[in-house]
């Protein structure tokens, strides 16, 4: 990270998102989180190639797809890392990033399908935890959830075995 190149300051983002958790309390009694918008946006796609499968499903019986406030956060939480790239001059449109191509190579098909692996496992743990990274992090700690504490913890010992197998 560039610190001395414009980069947004982390105290102050994270002061941000407790703000914006505080106000999704108070305005939508509801926690914050990403992974159900996913399962959203699956459901929609599930409509475009077959509909009658998409609503046997029981969750969508249950949670009908549709384009709710999860859905737009997560939209609003890709393009607000966009600007803040782009307004901290750290935007750098690449398939290949330099730190994987030290140590994986150049190959394009190899960087993603391991960023496709890990997205499908990453919503595969986040659905069988009953919530993401931000969903257990960020509203859930903020909650005083004895799971979402366990579940945060786990998240940083994983991420931390994880960047010693890969990058160590």
């Not at 997560?74 to 890392?81: A, K, Q, R």
């Not at 030290?102 to 890990?118: C, E, I, K, Y």
Request: some cysteine.
């Amino acid at each position: 990270m560039n610190v001395s190149g414009g980069a947004w300051n982390p105290y102050l983002v994270g002061a941000l998102i407790g703000i914006l958790s505080m106000a999704s309390f108070y305005f939508s009694n509801k926690p914050l989180g990403a992974s159900t918008a996913y399962a959203r946006i699956a459901g929609l796609l599930g409509y475009l190639f077959s509909r009658p499968h998409t609503d046997s499903l029981k969750f969508y019986q249950d949670s009908v797809p549709k384009v709710d406030w999860e859905v737009m956060l997560l939209l609003g939480t890709v393009l607000g890392g966009f600007m803040a790239a782009y307004t901290g001059g750290e935007f750098a449109a690449s398939i290949v990033p330099s730190m994987w191509a030290t140590h994986f190579g150049n190959d394009p098909s190899l960087r993603m399908g391991v960023a496709f692996v890990g997205g499908v496992v990453m919503a595969f743990g986040a659905r069988l935890a009953g919530g993401c990274t931000s969903g257990h992090g960020i509203s859930g700690t903020l909650q005083l959830s004895v799971g979402s504490w366990i579940a945060l913890a786990a998240f940083f010992v994983g991420g931390a075995i994880m960047a010693r197998v890969m990058y160590g």
